[in-house]
């Protein structure tokens, strides 16, 4: 079954302790992108890449990090999370192939506390 | 840059009543247009998309949008509300900006499905 598969699905954790989200898809698409969700804003992008090695900022991406060093993960690093980073992240996937290049599959979220 | 607006953050419509949702975005060209829905709990999934060709496009769940240039718009619509469509709705612009393919997300638009 084709999917973008994130992990962990909940995660509570305090301020200034660096934490991992993982990510994964296995449709061997080219663009991966990682966005967070809050009340009234919509999605917002915070990185993506256009393939391995290849990585850029997106619209919000103070206190993130990311790495792109196999084709098919793209995990997203709070390297010292804050308060204000508790939110829904969502990761995404799409081809590289022309218009399809725009139609995202996601995946199911990681909702973020930090305290 | 692009910009996309969905004016409505709730609406509330009974069942079986017909729906509109409304997109306007902000862009010299023709972008890609999506319409995304988020369930409850759940990660976004693509209803359906606007690439070129017919203005008027066939989603799943029985939902359509319609592409109006002349408003810069992609309003969804479906005829008859079932209660399982209690979610949240998501507009989306697709363009190439930067030579990246960049999606823009509306704020979405909270719809609520009455007896």
């Known amino acids: 079954e084709a999917q973008v598969t994130q992990n962990p699905r909940y995660l509570i954790t305090v301020t200034g302790k660096k934490l991992t989200v993982t990510c994964s898809q296995n449709?061997?698409?080219?663009?991966m992108s990682w966005y967070r969700q809050d009340p009234g804003l919509g999605l917002r992008q915070i990185y993506y890449?256009?393939?391995?090695?290849?990585?850029d900022k997106g619209d919000v991406p103070e206190g993130y990090k990311v790495s792109r060093k196999e084709k098919r993960n793209f995990p997203l690093i709070l390297e010292s999370p804050s308060p204000n980073q508790t939110s829904l992240y969502f990761c995404?996937?799409?081809?590289?192939?022309?218009?399809?290049?725009?139609?995202?599959?996601f995946g199911p979220g990681t909702r973020l506390t930090v305290t | 840059a692009q910009s996309v607006t969905q004016p409505d953050i709730h609406i509330t419509v009974s069942e079986g009543a017909s729906l509109e949702l409304r997109c306007n975005y902000s862009?010299?060209?023709?972008?890609?247009l999506f319409w995304y829905v988020q369930s409850p709990g759940q990660g976004l999934q693509l209803l359906l998309k606007?690439?070129?060709?017919?203005?008027l496009v066939q989603g799943i769940k029985g939902f359509e949008a319609e592409f109006k240039r002349s408003q810069s718009s992609f309003n969804l619509r479906k005829p008859s509300v079932h209660w399982s469509d209690a979610a949240e709705y998501f507009c989306?612009?697709?363009?190439?900006?930067?030579?990246?393919?960049?999606?823009?997300f509306g704020t979405g638009t909270k719809l609520q499905v009455i007896p």
């Open positions: 995404a996937s799409s081809s590289g192939q022309g218009p399809y290049s725009y139609e995202q599959y």
């Open positions: 449709m061997n698409h080219e663009y």
């Open positions: 890449s256009m393939n391995v090695e290849v990585t």
């Open positions: 862009y010299g060209a023709t972008p890609y």
């Open positions: 606007y690439f070129s060709g017919d203005t």
């Open positions: 989306a612009v697709g363009v190439r900006t930067g030579g990246y393919q960049k999606v823009t």
